[in-house]
């Protein structure tokens, strides 16, 4: 039905050639009317394209005036609007400018911080550089300068708790400059000082020299406490000598033996008064007729009264509590050295080995004193670990106590010679023995040569003492009667028994092998007398 009506509006019309005729009058620029659906639709409906034109034309007029209408009437607003564009384009101008003027200021500024930074590093390093050299100055400086307060003192001040004090900073410099010397020796102020610290050492040294040697001379007086004296005086400023020692060994040597003479002769005068008092308490326990083998007294008269022949003394071959006497610690043993003064006021007398044991008290006490103090004073902190140190301290106390040595040894020998009491001996011995353990204990190895000394006199003694009763004890077994028989055991056999049991119990702990000898041939003479 629609093809018919189409064909019957466009009947006698030849659509064909007015649509060519269209087609030719469209400019070549517009698009291809055959592709447009816009013209497809017109001409598929036969609209009358003039009309249509002519239509669209006027529609276009009035739209044109339509626009224009409106133009009018918003034209104001439009050249508001122009205006305010172009002042917006002005402002980001302005803008444009400020950033581009920022942008350079910035990058400038980047360039200050660069430079900044630059020179931080630089000022940096120099600082640390500084800071070391300020440091290595500052100890050059303090090893080298020393206040005029303390060279004042040092000069011509009072030798005391404060000079002492400077005198230690002084040779903390005088030491620097030793061991720098040679690393600044291009140094100005080390040439300059070297020649002020010697000046300044001599002076001291001097100083320090008439200090010690005054203070030395107050030793000469038997009333004065050595002792006292060294503990409050000398080892408090011990660090005077010890720096004669490192700085004027000429005058450290001068105070050293003016000590060593003082000292010595000091010893000697107290000892020697020790020793002579000591010898006024003895006790005589044994003589020569005090033997095993000794013969029994005749009996007297029936008016008369029996005399043994033994006087009343202690029991010769009975140790009885002497042994307490020949213990040098423990709770058994006696006081630790005989007070003369108490002992004559008391009218007391002691047997050798207790005044031996006193004696030898006396001296291993004081040489241990005088050994350490030897070792704080006269042996410098830097000698002390060496060889030398310990060397030098023997060699000092070697000087002082070899007299007073030698008294002991004389005091022995003196008693040696008269003496017949084999356990008094052997108490001696033991004596020795002890003094030599607690001598170790002390770690005092000054008196080894006394120990060896006295024990090389007393051991032939008590040799020779046993060998005594061994022929008393021949002798007796000769002389014996054999016609005459006693029931009462022979007085030999109780003092072998009191002689042996004594030795045995002296000799337990040490097993000496001269004793257990001499025991033995006693043994068997005694045995060749009970069977003769």
């Known amino acids: 039905m629609a093809s018919s009506s189409v064909d019957l509006v466009f009947e006698g019309f030849d659509t064909t050639d007015e649509l060519g005729d269209v087609r030719a009058e469209v400019p070549e620029g517009l698009p291809d009317i055959e592709n447009d659906e816009l013209i497809k639709g017109v001409l598929t409906k036969g609209v009358d394209l003039r009309q249509y034109s002519r239509q669209i034309e006027q529609e276009l007029n009035d739209l044109e005036d339509e626009q224009l209408a409106s133009y009018e009437e918003h034209e104001s607003a439009l050249f508001e609007l122009d205006s305010e564009i172009k002042s917006c384009d002005e402002v980001l101008e302005n803008m444009e400018r400020l950033l581009v003027n920022f942008k350079s200021s910035l990058g400038a ?187 029994e007294s005749n009996k007297l008269s029936l008016f008369s009264a029996a005399k043994p022949v033994v006087r009343d003394k202690a029991n010769v071959f009975n140790l009885g509590a002497r042994a307490s006497s020949a213990l040098i610690e423990g709770e058994d043993s006696g006081p630790r050295a005989i007070v003369l003064s108490i002992a004559s006021d008391a009218n007391e007398k002691y047997t050798f080995e207790a005044l031996f044991r006193s004696y030898s008290l006396a001296l291993v006490d004081n040489a241990t004193t005088e050994y350490e103090f030897i070792m704080q004073f006269f042996v410098s902190p830097k000698a002390r670990q060496r060889i030398t140190g310990s060397d030098m301290a023997r060699m000092v106390f070697s000087h002082i106590f070899d007299p007073s040595m030698r008294v002991g040894e004389q005091f022995l020998k003196a008693y040696l010679e008269t003496t017949y009491d084999a356990l008094g001996v052997l108490l001696c011995v033991r004596i020795m023995s002890q003094l030599a353990s607690e001598l170790q204990r002390r770690q005092v190895p000054v008196l080894d040569s006394y120990v060896n000394s006295m024990n090389m006199l007393l051991w032939p003694r008590f040799q020779a003492i046993l060998d005594g009763h061994i022929e008393s004890a021949k002798r007796l077994a000769s002389y014996k009667a054999k016609s005459k028989i006693d029931t009462q055991p022979p007085a030999i056999v109780r003092r072998y028994a009191e002689l042996a049991s004594s030795l045995l119990r002296l000799n337990q702990g040490y097993n000496t092998h001269v004793v257990a000898l001499s025991l033995a041939r006693l043994r068997t003479e005694v045995q060749a007398y009970l069977t003769h």
């Not at 010697?198 to 107050?218: G, T």
């Not at 030793?219 to 660090?239: C, D, E, G, P, T």
């Not at 040597?253 to 000091?266: A, F, G, K, L, P």
């Not at 000697?268 to 308490?281: A, V």
């Open 109 to 295: 500024i980047n360039n200050d911080i660069q430079s900044l930074q630059n020179d931080s590093l630089s000022m940096s390093v120099k600082l640390k550089n500084r800071v070391v050299a300020e440091k290595q100055l500052d100890k050059i400086i303090q090893g080298v300068v020393v206040p005029p307060d303390a060279v004042r003192l040092i000069c011509n001040g009072e030798v005391n708790e404060r000079y002492l004090e400077c005198l230690i900073e002084v040779n903390k410099r005088i030491a620097y400059m030793r061991v720098h010397s040679k690393q600044h020796k291009r140094l100005k102020a080390f040439q300059e000082i070297q020649p002020e610290l010697d000046r300044l050492c001599f002076r001291a040294s001097s100083k320090l020299r008439e200090f010690l040697l005054e203070k030395i001379n107050v030793l000469r007086s038997l009333n004065s406490n050595a002792h006292v004296l060294q503990s409050s005086i000398f080892l408090k400023y011990r660090f005077f000598n010890h720096f004669l020692i490192e700085r004027h060994p000429e005058a450290a040597v001068e105070v050293r033996d003016s000590y060593i003479h003082i000292m010595r002769q000091y010893y000697l005068d107290h000892f020697e008064t020790y020793q002579r008092g000591l010898m006024k308490l003895e006790r005589v326990v044994a003589d020569k007729a005090d033997v095993i083998g000794m013969e």
